[in-house]
């Protein structure tokens, strides 16, 4: 069973992820910003890293930068919203695994959860 | 007594004179003719019986040697040659007694009237008074004289004096003084009349004249006063009646000019109210019924002079509740030199649209009545480009909200996608939904649905056009619901946001959405001016208090702040210092106007490098005054 982490400041949104990813037969956890899922990151070492980008504090892309000088080999997915292409280019060249847009679609995470 | 005296205050001025004078003369003329009768009748008694003594002395003497020879026949005869002598008009008889009073001769055709011998012709003494008798229905005086013969008496003369000849005197003097009594009344009558002709016939002219002029025909008296017997024109001798007409003249004169000027001035207001641009309306305080409205008042709103007169204005017409209630100020107090300045929503006959309106009224008198002149401007169009400027503005901000606000809506609707796709993934699989699992994506659909609905209802009020009446507004409020829109972009920018809210705000009289426009559109603008600087602690300040009954809002942000030189700039239209593209340079202009629409000040403190402050004062309001 993989072990997932979700970074969102959005506790809803945290809890639907849960039980959907729950469904997808992952381990989840769960940080609500930036700077406490780096802790859990640390002390979990999950499989993949969800994390959304706007979020107050430590945004998406510091959060991406950082857990990749901790595991540069660790695939960090980020959610944006749709539009954001300036966002995607910059997280891109942070060596982001993936993108997911708001709202997701099931396809959409199914894919880029399956090429990771 | 009462009838006549009345009948005397009734009568006119000319027969007071007249009867008044008359009655004096006829009261005067009467007392004399009664003493010159009495005068004249004692004297002329006494002559008469002077006369008679004389006469019969003579006869006494002439008769002595008869009556002492006895001789009767030549008695007889002497007695009626002095009976029909010259004297015969006066005497009606004559007779002679002896010593023994009996009848020695007398003159009397038939025999001697007994009625002379019953009254006592002689006292004791012999003295023979003369005394009134009356003889065959005449009346006589008896004048006796004695016939003496050395000192004895011997007989007595008697003569009958026609008393017919004093009354024929005095009936003569009768006439002569009723004809000059009639004469002088004649005289008077003349008199009087030509007196009061000329007392009463001016004041009857004037009585006429005054007439004339309090049904207003001031011309036409002038010239007949001018006429009046007597008149010297304006000064000039005379005595009180030409006084009187020469005052009254004047005073025509004077009144003449003061309502040529009356009606000059009223000729002047009169058209000023007909020909005036504006729409003047006039009504009556207490009821604000419709008393006149000029031809523009007719032209601007459609109104149908002869069918609105009588109606309500505030059938009409709605006035906005300013400061205090414009309807309490028009029907009650209204403060000295007062003018009442407040707008009026207007429903018009024209259109259904209601038109807004601005009016200036003060009292006045109309037709004895207390009443309001009231003078309107048509200010729909300005209101009306005034809001699109207003809401243009707002969409503006908003299209550069709409980025967060996507993200803000996105929010919602990914946790509920997330959760239907849960719901869907395990019904696909055929796994049963675990009953927490169920709960928990119904209550988070509930309550992300009601999220996102929220931020709509925000969005619409916050666009919806403002309505023309003011509304009490608590600023308080209104930054809670700004802070609710953009709250979370603020924090994802990593911007504090701090309320510092005084619980005990006033309320101010304003429109809320607008006041959210202005606080959304400083808040932007603290935004944009932090996003510039490098900083790791920004935040925004947001502040209200009270103090000395203004309501003060304050926003504060640690941004770049503005440079000295172009402060006195930002509040211009189309100044900005953003790239093309990014702003339209309306947002503190807009904003300035707006709090100068609520009789608000804002000043900006600024210092580069540490921030901006923005300071808006508004005045409290005060529902209870």
């Known amino acids: ?116 | 007594m009462r009838y006549l005296s009345n009948k005397f205050k009734a009568a006119s001025l000319k027969n007071k004179i007249f009867f008044s004078s008359l009655a004096v003369l006829f009261l005067l003329s009467f007392i004399i003719a009664l003493f010159t009768r009495w005068i004249l009748f004692t004297s002329l008694t006494s002559e008469l019986k002077l006369r008679g003594k004389g006469i019969a002395g003579s006869i006494a003497e002439s008769c002595r040697g008869y009556i002492l020879t006895e001789n009767i026949p030549e008695l007889t005869s002497l007695l009626f040659n002095e009976r029909l002598g010259e004297r015969k008009y006066l005497i009606a008889y004559i007779f002679v007694l002896g010593k023994d009073n009996s009848v020695l001769a007398h003159t009397f055709i038939d025999k001697f009237p007994n009625e002379i011998m019953n009254a006592d012709c002689f006292d004791k003494n012999g003295v023979h008074p003369s005394i009134l008798i009356k003889v065959r229905g005449e009346e006589v005086f008896d004048i006796a004289a004695p016939v003496e013969e050395g000192i004895y008496q011997i007989g007595s003369v008697h003569i009958g004096l026609k008393k017919e000849h004093i009354d024929n005197l005095m009936a003569k003097l009768r006439t002569t003084f009723l004809g000059f009594l009639s004469a002088i009344t004649i005289l008077f009558f003349w008199i009087s009349n030509l007196l009061s002709k000329y007392i009463s016939k001016p004041i009857t002219e004037l009585t006429r004249i005054s007439d004339e002029i309090s049904r207003g025909n001031l011309d036409a008296s002038q010239s007949s006063i001018g006429s009046i017997k007597g008149n010297h024109g304006p000064t000039g001798p005379g005595d009180e009646v030409m006084q009187l007409s020469r005052s009254f003249y004047n005073m025509t004169n004077r009144l003449k000019i003061s309502q040529n000027d009356l009606r000059e001035s009223e000729n002047k207001y009169r058209s000023l109210f007909v020909s005036g641009p504006n729409p003047i309306f006039v009504l009556d305080r207490q009821t604000m019924e419709i008393l006149d409205i000029n031809p523009s008042a007719e032209e601007t709103f459609g109104f149908n002079k002869k069918a609105t007169l009588g109606k309500l204005f505030t059938d009409f017409g709605r006035f906005e509740y300013e400061d205090k209630d414009p309807i309490e100020i028009i029907k009650k107090g209204w403060p000295d030199g007062y003018i009442l300045t407040t707008n009026v929503r207007f429903y018009a006959k024209r259109s259904s649209q209601p038109l807004y309106i601005r009016v200036r009224a003060c009292p006045a008198q109309y037709s004895k009545r207390e009443a309001l002149i009231l003078s309107a401007i048509d200010i729909t169009e300005m209101v009306e480009q005034e809001e699109q400027l207003i809401q243009t503005s707002k969409m503006a901000t908003l299209g550069q909200m709409a980025a967060g606000i996507a993200h803000e809506l996105n929010q919602p609707l990914n946790a509920i996608k997330l959760g239907n796709e849960y719901l869907t993934m395990m019904v696909e699989k055929g796994n049963k939904i675990p009953d927490d699992g169920l709960a928990r994506v119904a209550s988070e659909v509930s309550g992300q649905v009601d999220r996102a609905s929220e931020i709509i209802n925000r969005l619409r009020e916050f666009g919806r056009k403002t309505d023309f009446a003011k509304e009490r507004v608590d600023i308080n409020t209104n930054i809670k619901n700004v802070i609710r829109i953009i709250g979370k972009q603020l924090s994802i920018d990593n911007i504090k946001v701090k309320l510092e809210l005084d619980d005990d705000l006033p309320l101010i009289l304003a429109h809320n959405n607008r006041m959210e426009q202005v606080i959304f559109n400083l808040i932007t603008n603290s935004r944009d001016a932090i996003r510039v600087v490098e900083r790791a602690d920004t935040s925004i300040t947001i502040k209200t208090f009270h103090e000395n009954d203004s309501v003060v809002l304050e926003i504060r942000d640690t941004g770049s702040g503005i440079p000295k030189d172009l402060m006195e700039k930002i509040f211009d239209p189309f100044f900005t210092t953003k790239e093309v593209g990014k702003g339209m340079g309306l947002g503190l202009a807009i904003i300035y106007g707006i709090v100068k629409d609520y009789e608000g000040d804002i000043i900006v403190e600024s210092e580069e490098g540490i921030g901006t402050t923005f300071i808006q004062r508004f005045p409290a309001f005060h529902p209870e005054d």
């Open chain 1, 1 to 116: 069973m993989k072990k997932i982490l979700v970074i969102d400041d959005e506790k809803p949104t945290l809890s639907m992820f849960g039980l959907f990813l729950g469904a997808m037969d992952f381990d989840v956890a769960i940080a609500e910003n930036g700077a406490t899922g780096i802790e859990l990151f640390k002390k979990e070492r999950p499989d993949i890293v969800l994390t959304d980008i706007k979020m107050p504090g430590m945004d998406g892309l510091e959060v991406l930068k950082k857990l990749k000088e901790i595991d540069p080999s660790v695939p960090v997915v980020v959610v944006t919203g749709h539009g954001d292409t300036a966002l995607e280019q910059e997280a891109l060249s942070l060596n982001a695994a993936g993108f997911i847009h708001k709202p997701i679609e099931r396809e959409e995470i199914e894919s880029v959860l399956s090429r990771v």
